[in-house]
């Protein structure tokens, strides 16, 4: 078992590191991979950078470089649900695009052509072990269970996330990395799980919101993340 965990900026990653026992430090594509154990669990923890083209090619080096065998997802997101708040964490069930759109050759709204699904899985496992981690390590937080929506917008206005919900009426949150994470795991063949902390509810609030609660939000993953690692093996599949 060796656990890749991706973030995509350096606060997403920052206090992950800080309990990670780092024992090789590698650099490819831009990105730095640390190698080591956070507990008992071999990890391999990366910041991607933002959007979709760093993310899928951060999963192909851990892949290919690395041989983990599961992909955690975490940072945070603007909420597209009103019951979401600020602070709360969304686990993903199935991750999605929101800015494919390939309908007039017969797809589905937001399905990439030629590979037979418009929406990633989640792994069942992985994704029990967060909504218990989250009950249990940050007991406070609400923790929500549903569909992740990615494309390379950030949304910070009111008619942006209508849009989204327009196409994805069922979406909690929505970010830049996720679905592509769940895409390139998909073609692997490793199971994944997305953790989003939401930070901002993706509207004309998201400026203020997002500066003032990005740093706390990824406190409250990176505590998630590690209870849930610390407890692997209990729970996950």
Partial sequence: MKIGIIGAMDVEVRELRSKMT?????????MTFWEGQIGEVPVVLVRSGVGKVNAGICVQ???????????????????????????DIVVSTTAAYH????TVFGYLYGEVP???TAAFQADKGLRAAAVKA?????????????????????IG????????????PAALCTEMEGCAIAQAAYLNHLPFVIIRAISD??????????????????IHCAKMVEYMLEHFTESAS
């Fill in 114 to 116: 030629q590979l037979g």
């Fill in 22 to 30: 780092a024992e090789r430090v590698t650099q490819r594509a831009g």
């Fill in 201 to 218: 509810k993706a509207d004309e609030s998201t400026t203020m919101a997002y500066d003032e609660f990005e740093g706390q939000a990824a």
């Fill in 99 to 102: 800015d494919v759109d390939a």
């Fill in 157 to 168: 206005r009111r008619d942006q996330k209508e849009q989204v919900l327009g196409h994805f």
């Fill in 134 to 154: 989250v009950q249990e390590a940050n007991p406070d937080i609400g923790v929500f269970e549903g569909q992740v929506v990615s494309g390379d917008q950030f």
């Fill in 61 to 87: 080096i851990l892949s290919d470089l690395f041989g983990v065998t599961h992909v955690l997802n975490t940072g945070v997101a603007g909420s597209l649900d009103s019951k979401i708040d600020i602070g």
